[in-house]
């Protein structure tokens, strides 16, 4: 059975720092685009980073310059160094795999809250 298991999470104050992880298996992960969504009560959930197959990453626009994905073929894992976090940053942040549209897998999440 596929897993995505995301870990690092946590309370942070704004302008802290946190690195999740998304460790899979049961997928040829080298072959699979990564990303990370967001995913807030009431609202869809967000694309925040994507990484290719060969290492081309995408981000949305709020995060820029703040947010780094990357990811270790020989450990499975995808990353997401966040720096400078916001309240708005708050939220589940939820892993996904994508080859094509039936070999696409999510994890639970882990929950990010950015407070005082």
């Known amino acids: 059975q596929v897993q995505l298991v995301e870990s690092g999470g946590g309370l942070v104050q704004p302008g802290g720092s946190l690195r999740l992880a998304c460790v899979t298996s049961r997928i040829t992960f080298s072959m699979y685009a990564m990303g990370w969504y967001c995913q807030t009560p009431g609202k869809q959930r967000e694309l925040v980073a994507t990484?290719?197959?060969?290492?081309?990453?995408t981000y949305r626009d709020s995060v820029k310059g703040r947010f780094t994905i990357s990811r270790d073929n020989a450990k499975n894992t995808v990353y997401l160094q966040m720096n400078s976090l916001r309240p708005e940053d708050t939220g589940v942040y939820i892993c996904?795999?994508?080859?094509?549209?039936?070999?696409?897998?999510w994890g639970r999440g882990t929950q990010v809250t950015v407070s005082s």
């Open positions: 996904n795999a994508d080859l094509r549209s039936n070999l696409n897998y």
């Open positions: 990484i290719t197959s060969g290492g081309t990453t």
